[in-house]
T-cell receptor, first 110, second 114 residues
Framework: GENVEQHPSTLSVQEGDSAVIKCTYS??????FPWYKQELGKGPQLIID?????GEKKDQRIAVTLNKTAKHFSLHITETQPEDSAVYFC?????????FGSGTKLNVKP | DSGVTQTPKHLITATGQRVTLRCSPR?????VYWYQQSLDQGLQFLIQ???????AKGNILERFSAQQFPDLHSELNLSSLELGDSALYFC?????????????FGPGTRLTVL
């Protein structure tokens, strides 16, 4: 997207390891920070989101951390499993426009 | 199943032709969004409608147009098709107006222009 940078573009980890994906945005007015997972042949699906009044949110093996000062937020997946293999997108809205990050292809090796 | 339906699933057509993609949002959702995803590419936001009115425009070509009908379903019209228009087209919906809400994506329509 125009105002969103996502890194890395590909990530390969061993099953059980952790994975971290970072998203940098430019619109300081953003207050909603979602992460989507897209499995092969399917539409993206929200896996976790955070609002700007919170610094961290966890949901089982998935967590999102937000640093508003540095304008970045990160997706953390712990104890990765083969079914975590997918493409992950961040998508902070920019005043009604939705610029998805370029995506991170995560491969979890059994 | 997200509750968003898209038809058709696949569409094969020739350059210069015109096609219409259809999307039915989740029951009760007022906002509909259209995205284009080319091979191994990210999602490009095209346009958003809220309760029948255009709300936001992204990187939508002039050859493309969309509308949302009173029953809230939406159609994306692609005309004068070019080879580069071959892509997956996703529709998404959300409960309320702009931003700050989860978007529920449909399964997509795969368009192939020959």
């Amino acid at each position: 997207g125009e105002n969103v940078e996502q890194h890395p573009s590909t990530l390969s980890v061993q099953e059980g390891d952790s994975a971290v994906i970072k998203c940098t945005y430019s619109d300081s007015a953003s207050n909603y920070f979602p992460w989507y997972k897209q499995e092969l042949g399917k539409g993206p699906q929200l896996i976790i989101d955070i609002r700007s009044n919170v610094g961290e949110k966890k949901d089982q093996r998935i967590a999102v951390t937000l640093n508003k000062t540095a304008k970045h937020f990160s997706l953390h997946i712990t104890e990765t499993q083969p079914e975590d293999s997918a493409v992950y997108f961040c998508a902070p809205p920019d005043f009604n426009k939705f610029y998805f990050g370029s995506g991170t292809k995560l491969n979890v090796k059994p | 199943d997200s509750g968003v339906t898209q038809t058709p699933k696949h569409l094969i057509t020739a350059t210069g032709q015109r096609v219409t993609l259809r999307c039915s949002p989740r029951s009760g959702d007022l906002s509909v969004y259209w995205y284009q995803q080319s091979l191994d590419q990210g999602l490009q936001f095209l346009i958003q409608y809220y309760n029948g009115e255009e709300r936001a425009k992204g990187n939508i070509l002039e050859r493309f147009s969309a509308q949302q009908f009173p029953d809230l379903h939406s159609e994306l019209n692609l005309s004068s098709l070019e080879l580069g228009d071959s892509a997956l087209y996703f529709c998404a919906s959300s409960p309320t107006g702009p931003s700050y809400n989860e978007q529920f994506f449909g399964p997509g329509t795969r368009l192939t222009v020959l």
